[in-house]
């Protein structure tokens, strides 16, 4: 069994649970932004014991958790809409349409959210960029745009993403990150059950 199909449908049913665990998924990838996978962990526990005055909400983290609490239950029926009442590429769309609009995320960290919530999709993050050879404007997305373009910023997206596979992005990702740092990490499980662990611990 690979590592996706072993833990990805942890964290999907964690995600899905109710809005607040939805909250806590959204949280795990704006403060993963710019940082370390290995220091994810501590950052939850400081996030989840201190709100807005933790340490590691800062900048544009601070917006997307102001936005969170305003805006969560909304989130959350959207999402779980969208995953009862419609599948594949459509399903896609929807979920992507609705974390790009989470204020702070921008195309990989909405498919980052995709890939936790539902198992679709994935992350186009620097260390994806740079394997895959993929452009960094393809990742642009201006928060002004009109909602024909950001669709358009969407499908173009996703299908970066359609050849590889949310289940290969994953466990190839989680691969690349326990060979780069063999001193924070046992091995390719190591990282990829930390997605699950990071939430619930």
């Given at each position: 069994?690979?590592?996706?199909k072993?833990?990805?449908?942890?964290?999907?049913?964690?995600?899905?649970?109710?809005?607040?665990?939805?909250?806590?998924?959204?949280?795990?990838v704006?403060?993963?932004?710019?940082?370390?996978?290995?220091t994810?962990?501590?950052q939850?526990?400081?996030?989840?014991a201190?709100?807005?005055d933790?340490?590691?909400?800062?900048?544009?983290?601070?917006?997307?958790?102001?936005?969170?609490?305003?805006?969560?239950?909304?989130?959350?029926e959207?999402?779980?809409?969208?995953?009862?009442?419609?599948?594949?590429?459509?399903l896609e769309?929807?979920?992507?349409?609705?974390?790009?609009?989470?204020d702070?995320?921008?195309?990989?960290?909405?498919?980052?959210?995709?890939?936790?919530?539902?198992?679709?999709?994935?992350?186009?993050?620097?260390?994806?960029?740079?394997?895959?050879?993929?452009?960094?404007?393809?990742?642009?997305?201006?928060?002004k745009?009109?909602?024909?373009t950001?669709?358009?910023?969407i499908?173009?997206?996703?299908?970066?993403?359609?050849?590889?596979?949310?289940?290969?992005?994953w466990?190839?990702?989680c691969?690349?990150?326990a060979?780069?740092?063999p001193?924070?990490?046992?091995?390719?499980?190591?990282?990829?059950?930390?997605h699950?662990?990071?939430?619930?611990?």
């Amino acid at each position: 069994m690979s590592n996706f199909k072993k833990h990805n449908p942890l964290i999907n049913a964690y995600a899905q649970a109710s809005p607040k665990n939805l909250k806590h998924v959204v949280m795990m990838v704006a403060l993963s932004i710019q940082q370390r996978w290995d220091t994810v962990g501590d950052q939850m526990q400081d996030y989840k014991a201190n709100g807005v005055d933790s340490r590691f909400v800062w900048g544009n983290k601070i917006k997307t958790l102001v936005w969170l609490d305003d805006n969560i239950d909304t989130l959350y029926e959207v999402v779980m809409s969208a995953i009862s009442e419609s599948k594949g590429r459509k399903l896609e769309i929807k979920l992507m349409e609705a974390f790009t609009r989470v204020d702070g995320l921008g195309l990989a960290k909405a498919g980052f959210c995709c890939q936790l919530v539902a198992g679709r999709v994935g992350c186009i993050d620097v260390h994806n960029l740079k394997r895959l050879d993929i452009p960094e404007t393809a990742l642009k997305l201006s928060p002004k745009i009109s909602d024909k373009t950001r669709t358009k910023k969407i499908v173009d997206y996703l299908d970066i993403c359609k050849p590889h596979g949310c289940a290969w992005l994953w466990n190839t990702w989680c691969q690349l990150i326990a060979d780069k740092y063999p001193e924070k990490w046992a091995n390719v499980d190591h990282v990829s059950s930390a997605h699950y662990d990071f939430l619930i611990n």
